[in-house]
C-alpha cells in the first residue's frame, strides 16, 4: 500500500492518469472480463502504454522574481 500511495503523489504518476484516465479505463475493464486470459488485453494495454509515453514529465519548478531596478 505504501508504494502504491508513493507512486500515485508523484507528479508524472499524476499527469498520466488524468491525460490518459480512457485507455487505462479500458484496460482495467478489459482485465476484469478476461480474468483467466490476460493475453487478450493486449491492444489494450498497448493503447495506454502509447498515451503514457506521449505525456511530457512535469518541468522543473517555476520561480517568479521582481524585475530589476531600472531594467
Known amino acids: 500500500m505504501s508504494i502504491a ?3 500515485s503523489s508523484h507528479p508524472i504518476i499524476r499527469r498520466i ?3 490518459c484516465a ?6 482495467e475493464e478489459c482485465l476484469r472480463q478476461n ?10 494495454v498497448r ?3 502509447q498515451c503514457a509515453e506521449q505525456v511530457p514529465p512535469p518541468g522543473p ?3 517568479q522574481t521582481e524585475p530589476l531596478p531600472g531594467t
Open 5 to 7: 500511495r508513493c507512486t
Open 17 to 19: 492518469r488524468q491525460a
Open 22 to 27: 480512457e485507455p487505462f479505463e479500458a484496460f
Open 35 to 44: 480474468e483467466a486470459a490476460t493475453s487478450n488485453c493486449t491492444e489494450q
Open 47 to 49: 493503447r495506454f502504454l
Open 61 to 63: 519548478p517555476t520561480i
